[in-house]
């Protein structure tokens, strides 16, 4: 039986956990098990995922800072991985740094296209830690992928861009977009809204507040429908970690939209689909993105999608959505007025979307990732 020893130790948060937890949710049957690494932090979220295939295995010691976690996977893992008799040894956060014992072969992923690229990098202030993790991270992915027998990506983009810096990288890469969770597919419109908006009568954008997901732009986008006499109300949903997310709530108090932009926090996953549901009209405005979950779950809530013009989104989206230029308001705002005087348009994008999402199935996606992961092992 093959052994697949897969990395969640830095799978905290965020799409690092969606993306695992999709994995384990469908993996496909076969001659295999999975020997899933996990720390302190995530233990008690992956281990309903435990059984016969799925084994966990909590590295405590590496679980008390990042420097405890490097340490362990550069000195400690590589014997583990040979005690446990691994055939692969899957690194999908990006960061290889380990040196897999002979006998295994390793692989790492491409998730995080922000270190790659420049323009969006930039967004972040000059002097701050998160500019310079970035600018680090690129190095430290590249070296990653250069160590690793296997890359898996996400997106077509993704690739393109690693092959600017490794011409042959698709002799040991292959593109697996993710899927798509099957309960976006059969949602219920049931989201338990606040008392100031009603069902079908607001536009939605889900995501993380922060710099690269323009939520300032759309703001001010909604500033000036508002002065032509816009009867909806926007509505922000998603977490915010730093100052771009404070920024954002300041500005809406600045523009006097207090009671025309509504920030709902984060929202369980779990109740995701039944607020798409609820929403007249989804946006996307990210500019940067391997492969845009966010977007594959708004698709499939059939509903019309105005998204980001920028990569990887149109790759996804196809002409299942209407485009636009995320850092200018004014694009965003005549694309809305347009779509909003055309009815049949609206049902035509709603039923497009839903078609557009039934491509991106996580059965799928977990059989081609796992297949690739053992292929002549």
């Not at 990653?144 to 983009?157: A, L, M, N, P, T």
């Not at 954008?205 to 732009?217: F, H, N, T």
């Not at 730093?242 to 009671?259: K, R, S």
Request: hydrophobic residues 40%; aromatic residues 12%; proline residues 5%.
């Amino acid at each position: 039986m093959k052994i697949i020893v897969i990395n969640a130790l830095s799978a905290l948060r965020g799409g690092g956990q969606t993306y695992l937890i999709n994995l384990l949710s469908y993996l496909p049957e076969g001659d295999f098990k999975v020997l899933l690494l996990v720390n302190s932090q995530n233990k008690q979220l992956f281990s309903q995922y435990s059984s016969d295939r799925i084994e966990l295995f909590e590295a405590v010691w590496a679980s008390k800072s990042i420097l405890h976690r490097t340490m362990w996977e550069r000195i400690t893992l590589p014997f583990k991985l040979k005690e446990w008799r691994a055939t692969i040894y899957y690194a999908p956060g990006g960061v290889m740094i380990t040196t897999a014992p002979k006998g295994c072969l390793s692989a790492t992923a491409l998730r995080n296209m922000l270190p790659f690229d420049d323009r969006e990098r930039k967004r972040f202030p000059l002097i701050s830690i998160i500019r310079f993790k970035l600018w680090l991270l690129r190095f430290v992915f590249l070296k990653s992928y250069q160590k690793s027998d296997r890359v898996v990506f996400i997106s077509e983009y993704s690739m393109s861009v690693i092959k600017q810096y490794m011409p042959d990288i698709e002799n040991k890469g292959v593109v697996v977009p993710h899927g798509l969770n099957s309960r976006f597919l059969n949602a219920e419109d049931s989201y338990d809204l606040p008392d100031i908006l009603k069902p079908n009568q607001f536009y939605l954008y889900v995501s993380i507040l922060d710099v690269y997901k323009a939520q300032k732009e759309i703001v001010k986008t909604w500033r000036k429908l508002l002065d032509n006499n816009f009867p909806y109300p926007l509505v922000l949903a998603g977490p915010k970690y730093n100052q771009y997310g404070e920024e954002t709530m300041a500005l809406i108090d600045q523009l006097g939209l207090a009671d025309k932009v509504i920030y709902l926090g984060k929202v369980d996953y779990e109740k995701l689909p039944s607020l798409y549901k609820s929403a007249r009209v989804l946006l996307f405005a990210s500019s940067c993105e391997c492969c845009p979950n966010i977007l594959l779950e708004k698709l499939a809530a059939g509903k019309p999608v105005l998204c980001s013009n920028i990569e990887p989104m149109p790759e996804f989206g196809g002409d299942a959505v209407v485009y636009f230029d995320p850092y200018e308001p004014a694009d965003l705002c005549e694309k809305i007025m347009s779509t909003e005087t055309d009815a049949s348009m609206m049902n035509e994008m709603a039923d497009r979307a839903y078609k557009q999402a039934l491509k991106f199935d996580w059965s799928n996606t977990a059989q081609k990732t796992i297949d690739f992961l053992i292929k002549n092992n």
